[in-house]
């Protein structure tokens, strides 16, 4: 049940993390905090394909 999922910053579209999740729990998209480096600011983070 767990995917690896990519996380995309949502103000310069990089995709910078990935991370696993279990699609049973969590049927929609994640959106988590967390840095960005091209950004160089923490930055919500979205779920992408």
Do not use: G, W
């Not at 996380?7 to 990089?14: E, L, N, W």
């Not at 480096?37 to 983070?45: A, E, S, V, Y």
Request: aromatic share 6%; with cysteine.
């Amino acid at each position: 049940m767990r995917d690896i999922i990519a996380m995309a910053c949502s103000v310069c579209k990089q995709r910078n993390y990935s991370t696993m999740k279990n699609k049973k729990n969590d049927p929609d998209r994640l959106e988590r905090k967390k840095y960005c480096r091209f950004c160089r600011k923490h930055t919500p983070h979205k779920e992408v394909k």
